[in-house]
């Protein structure tokens, strides 16, 4: 998860909303992102989209079976879809989302029933400094700090 909060700070100096995520499969990291939305222009360039993307193409193929997604945040809707969808067996995340958060937070995508696939989901891992990077963000941008308009 440090390896996410890295992410995440690098996020933050780049203009981007702090979130970071890592895959790490049979102990070895094969990929790293952090959200590049304001960068790319891109709604669906969030962390955790593009470490599962490099996944596939590290790994090549979009199975990810015994891969863990380590993130900074909950994921939202589209992320934790693209979770399950990729077949990854655990996400690890630090701070939850009561709003947009779908793997137990506002909803939980990964127990739908039906699913062929079930995505194990372990919360709370150095949630108070990934609370704490996240708030401090948004307090930066309020007071317009943070260069966005």
Known sequence: ??????????AWQAGEV?????VECEGR??????????T????????EMLAITQTAAALGGWRLEGCT?????????MC????VMSRLSRVIY???DSKMGFLGGASSTHLVPGLNHRVQVVAGVMQDQCKALLQAFF???????SGWN
């Open 80 to 83: 934790a879809g693209a979770s």
């Open 40 to 47: 790319l222009q891109d709604p669906t360039a969030h962390a």
């Open 29 to 38: 990291v094969v990929a790293s992102a952090h959200n590049q939305v304001e």
């Open 1 to 10: 998860m440090q390896l996410a909060f890295n992410e995440a700070v690098e």
């Open 139 to 145: 307090q930066a941008r309020r007071a317009g700090e």
């Open 69 to 77: 997604l380590y993130v900074t945040k909950e994921p939202c809707p």
């Open 94 to 96: 630090g701070v939850g």
């Open 18 to 22: 702090p979130i970071g995520a890592v």
